[in-house]
């Protein structure tokens, strides 16, 4: 290489940049960084892959087993490291070690009391709370005694040949169980309202009297009427406003099982109490009735917490934790009592809200005969045992007594059978006793 090549070398950058003591230098801290990393991992890691330790946990990412399910599961014996799935459990902590669970309560916000476990968001309408919130104990006007009922035929007065019923509305506290008292919306002081019962062809006049502290309206469910009597509040009627009246006034056209229940903020109103039995009887009433004896059942939830009444939703808070059949939960619900060879007529009626309570009968099958008021054609009467009843639905069965002893008729949600999810002389809630002898 001649001089000039040379030369052109020293000034492209090619002489060495770094001395061998440099290099010697860098190379020692790695080694030393190096040895450190492992005397880490050593102390607090584990290097071994035996066939034991990969049971006991193997890599993230990894299933390992001996079934045949995708992502391979290795065993039921420990845990597993986090995002894989050993197949196994983790063993509980002691009960002793655990931390104590924080008790929800009742709150209040604006003056209302709210549930316990609700989720409110910070654009939540007072509207909505309100609609949600406990019934204000302080507006209650009437406390029921302990064993009163509902569901008692109201008895009409008669003006030219009209059929007249009067029902008032206000808040009152009821009793569901001896030890168990609800704040409710009640029709003539009762949980449910009174039964109306009348015959097909009836002219009949309401007039309703609101003593609530709020607005509502009355349904007549089911009925074929003049739409400015149907009832609901906005759309056919101006909302009867506190301490005023509303009438109304039909011709009854269709024979079968009804029931009537206010119509403005249904969620809240109807929920509490606010609903009764419409039961009208054909004009050509059969000489020989087909059953013995004629028993409505209708079906409510309730949430009570902490001596406050909610009304019951399918959300956070406000999940019901008892049930009633006529106002009553079990065991103070009614007793049927009935002799071998007898046919009962129950009228299923689904005055709740908010869900869909399969009803059972011990004892033997029963005959659906009418739904929705509407009877069944004979040819297309079919037997079961338990039938779905939804909010608003209606189901007329006729049940005969075979056996002596005492049969239940039941919810089959086992929890709808519970009284705030105890059960009180074998059941609670939506249950009733049929004594046959």
Known sequence: ????????????????????AQLLAVTLLTLLALAFGVLIAALYGNFTMSARNMQHGSTPGMNISNQSTPGMNMDNNNESMPGMNMGGTKSPAPV??????????????????????????????????EDMAAVDLTKITYTASVDARGDQVLQPKL???????NLDVSLIKWNILPN??????????????????????????????????????VHWHGM??????????????????????????????????????SHKDIDRQQTLGMYGAFIVDPKNKPQTLAYNQDVVVQLQEWTVKQGYTFPAMPMEGLLPNFFTINGKAYPATTTINAKVGEKIRFRFIGSNNAFI??????GG????????????????????????????????????AREKGKWLLHCHIAHHATNNNVEVQGAGGLTMIINVT
Do not use: C
């Not at 052109?8 to 001395?19: F, I, Q, R, W, Y």
């Not at 655990?98 to 209040?108: D, Y």
């Not at 939804?390 to 006729?398: C, M």
């Open 159 to 165: 003006e030219n040949g009209v059929k007249v019923f």
């Open 96 to 129: 002793s070690s655990l931390p104590p669970a924080p008790i929800s309560s009742v709150t209040q916000t604006n003056g209302l009391v709210m549930p316990p476990g609700m989720i409110m968001t910070s654009d939540m309408s007072m509207e909505a709370m």
């Open 357 to 362: 309570h399969p009803m059972h009968i011990h």
């Open 224 to 261: 074929i009427l003049p739409n400015n009597m149907d009832g609901p509040a906005d759309v056919t009627q101006k909302p009867i406003q506190p301490g005023a009246s509303y009438t109304y006034e039909f011709t009854v056209k269709q024979p079968g099982t009804y029931f009537y229940h």
């Open 1 to 20: 290489m001649n001089s000039s090549t040379a030369d052109s070398h020293a000034d492209m950058g090619m002489k060495p940049k770094a001395t061998r």
């Open 365 to 400: 099958p029963f005959k659906i005969i009418e739904t929705d008021g509407s009877p069944v054609p004979v040819a297309a009467q079919i037997e079961k045992d338990t039938i779905n009843v939804a909010p608003g639905e209606r189901y007329d069965v006729i049940w005969t």
């Open 180 to 217: 168990v008292q609800v704040a409710a919306y009640a029709f003539n002081r009762q949980v449910p309202g009174p039964r109306i019962q009348v015959t097909e062809g009836d002219r009949v006049r309401m007039v309703v009297k609101n003593n609530l502290p709020e607005p509502t309206t």
